[in-house]
T-cell receptor, first 108, second 116 residues
Framework: AQRVTQPEKLLSVFKGAPVELKCNYSYSGSPELFWYVQYSRQRLQLLLRHISRESIKGFTADLNKGETSFHLKKPFAQEEDSAMYYCALRGAGNQFYFGTGTSLTVIP | GAVVSQHPSRVICKSGTSVKIECRSLDFQATTMFWYRQFPKQSLMLMATSNEGSKATYEQGVEKDKFLINHASLTLSTLTVTSAHPEDSSFYIC????????????FGEGSRLTVL
């Protein structure tokens, strides 16, 4: 069965410090992974997807199949990055399964 | 981006009554919509996949007769919580895709159900 694990519920970093939000997955097929973000009082929205190999708002994420991980990274955190981050896996039936989320707080 | 709208955003009902939540894709057609449930400080739990013109596909452990899903048109899916009980109180969120190949989900604003 598919599973997405985000081990950190809360994460606080200082502005300008590097940040890494961890995500591990369990899936028998070839995974397609995403990071979604929810800013305060806003709805969930896509941040980035692994197949695009893009950097959005300074964030990057690399799929590591050996470690079954898809950690989200940013070298220099900004205050506006404070939000709830969800790692998600797209299953074979096109359903999306979400991790429990990590609440990131960037301290000024 | 695409817009998904839910209504109502908040609803309070008495135990034993039924509540309907609507999910609309405003500027695109969605053959598939997804319904999620979110408990406080917890993740989104996929409840079911709503398919236009056919039966919804429910995730394991989700009661089909309890959570009725109807996807009668390409822009509207409804979730009806039947005979609601206090334990059904939760935040219900729907989402849809514009393009199945891109994989991006667009989310509604969510509907908070409180059952007294």
């Amino acid at each position: 069965a598919q599973r997405v694990t985000q081990p950190e519920k809360l994460l606080s970093v200082f502005k300008g410090a590097p940040v890494e939000l961890k995500c591990n997955y369990s899936y028998s097929g070839s995974p397609e992974l995403f990071w979604y973000v929810q800013y305060s009082r806003q709805r969930l929205q896509l941040l980035l997807r692994h197949i695009s190999r893009e950097s959005i708002k300074g964030f990057t994420a690399d799929l590591n199949k050996g470690e079954t991980s898809f950690h989200l990274k940013k070298p220099f955190a900004q205050e506006e990055d404070s939000a709830m981050y969800y790692c998600a896996l797209r299953g074979a039936g096109n359903q999306f399964y979400f991790g429990t989320g990590t609440s990131l707080t960037v301290i000024p | 981006g695409a817009v998904v709208s839910q209504h109502p955003s908040r609803v309070i009902c008495k135990s034993g009554t039924s509540v309907k939540i609507e999910c609309r894709s405003l500027d695109f057609q969605a053959t598939t919509m997804f319904w999620y449930r979110q408990f406080p400080k917890q993740s989104l739990m996929l409840m079911a996949t709503s398919n236009e013109g056919s039966k919804a596909t429910y995730e394991q452990g989700v009661e089909k007769d309890k959570f009725l899903i109807n996807h009668a048109s390409l822009t509207l899916s409804t979730l009806t919580v039947t005979s609601a009980h206090p334990e059904d109180s939760s935040f219900y969120i729907c989402s849809a895709r514009t393009d199945p190949n891109t994989g991006e989900l667009f989310f509604g604003e969510g509907s908070r159900l409180t059952v007294l």
